[in-house]
């Protein structure tokens, strides 16, 4: 018998490796392309907290108006090149840099005395009471001047001396008073102060206010002195000098308390959640209406869903370490966009999906009855709410691991090719199952699978709490075979078993809404709130303890219910009626048979 290529779903699958393959080469990478716009861990935190919620209204109300108009084909390629255009913006979000440095330090002396002077940018001055002594050197000396700018101005100006000028000299003073003189332009003078530097003095404003340390007895090569004044070439003259912290151990003065800032914080936070917003709202509505092609197209040509998802799987599992490569290699980088290839590659793959869905044959059912009446049939739908609450507690599982187990791997070292490799080992062990998921969801049951993705969910986060090595994370990040790909295929199929036909792009968009919106949302925020309490290690300790406890409830409720249907009385078969010794055809009893679906 010769091997037929099903030509409409061969192109389904193209378009799937395409589109989550884009999907694959950005979304492991969002994160912490906000750390480098310097975006702390509590406004990451906010922001993929908030972020699901702008989403929530979108699906559903596309997936309504595609249903209702029947046009997907439009819909969704309207949406690929926003999609396209409000990721990339990404790209050009102006970011906020705040780069530490050291503050500087000098040594101003006049005929009164002299003083580590230290410019503490604005922060509390060190308090320096301390045990034990400081080394510091100096050099790089010159008198400065005070000088009016104009013949009769009062307003006095510092400026560097004359080189005409006469040299200034530091007057070192032995406890025996005798008194030793050091030209202040000779090459660099060692000063090692043998006593704790002294309480600090504030000079100036509040903004530009000075740390004035005043030194006083202190060792140098040529023994102790006890006092250090210089004697300049004017009354209004002092000599300043660059000043050094020699350090053994830790720093005393010149710790990082100052920083250098670019860009603005307010400004890159808002800009960034606005334009994410909208990246992530087109995203969660392609995802639905393309899911609601792809049951319908597997339902009209004898397909297999989970070989059509496990196309768009393996494509995540190529294109995410792909572009962890690019970025670890710095190859298509440019300036400060180190995540360039990320949006190169997603752009790309968008393109070709756009393509793809151009010849695409597909029909959908268009419905014909009232739009509110569907909708509350669909509401109505009692086994479709308890699918929608279980998604609601996987998602918040899910929403937690995606938003912080990668800023767990990068504290632990990790790379960003490993980082895109926990995408790829995720898919591995997936694609036997994904071949034969119609069998495996009819051996197992939709129900049992999604038990099971509560297992594995408390496995991985145990195992993430003991890890410090973060290559074993390839080994927890397996079983997203349970937690995420075959608890999508049992959901998205369970969901298309329950909602009218009519409503399958609807239907679609709920459960993906319960899941990646409602439930990344909570898992965000809770998560970030108990990280930031907690740690997370506890968190992910407290997280694995939840997932056994709702496995274990989920199952001993459902094998009640099973067994109160199996020993409940059924109900008698539907009698027709006579009138008048005849049965009219058509005409039967109201009674129905029970559903014994859960």
Known sequence: MACSINRP????????????????????FLTIHMRTLGLDLAEITWINSILPLTSLAGPPIVGLLADRLGNYRVITIVFMALGAIMHTALLFVPPYEVTPVEPVLTLTCDADGAALVLDSCGQACPDLNRS???SFRIGGCEQVCLMSLEHNSTELLEVRAQPSAEPAY????????DKEYIACNESKTHLEFSRPLVTPQYHGGEEGAMCHYPQHEFNTSEGLFVSLTCRTSA?????VCDASEMIEGNSLLQEPMCSVVKGNRTMTLWLYFGVRALAEMFTAILVSLLEAVALTMVHQHNGDYGREKMCGIVAVGVFSPLCGYLMDTHIGTFGVYNYAPVFYVFDGLLMITAIVTLFLPFEVE???????????SLIKTSELNILLLLMTLLGTFWGYLKTFVYVYLEDLHASKLLMGLTVTISIVPSLPFLYKSSAVVQFCGHHYLIMLAFVAYCIRFAGFSYITNPWWALLLESLELFTLNLMNVS?????????????????????????FNIG??????????????????????????AAAIIAALYLCI??????????????PKPQPIRENGNVPNGHYTPLQAADGRF
């Open 170 to 177: 530091f007057c070192l003073t032995r406890p025996g008073g």
């Open 491 to 515: 959901a998205a199929t369970l969901a298309y078993k329950l909602a009218p036909k009519t409503f399958v792009a609807t239907a679609q968009a709920l459960v993906w809404v319960s899941h």
């Open 366 to 376: 268009v419905t014909r009855k009232s739009l509110w009446k569907s909708i509350g």
């Open 520 to 545: 990344r949302c909570l898992g965000t925020f809770v998560g970030g709130y108990l990280i930031t309490q907690y740690g997370q290690v506890y968190v992910f300790q407290g997280a694995a303890v």
């Open 235 to 239: 009354p209004n003259c002092r000599v």
């Open 9 to 28: 779903l061969f192109l389904h699958k193209i378009l799937f490796f395409t589109f989550y393959g884009a999907l694959g080469s950005i979304m492991a």
């Open 558 to 571: 459902h094998q009640l219910v099973k067994h109160v249907k199996a020993n409940g009385k059924p109900l």
């Open 132 to 134: 034990h002594s400081s």
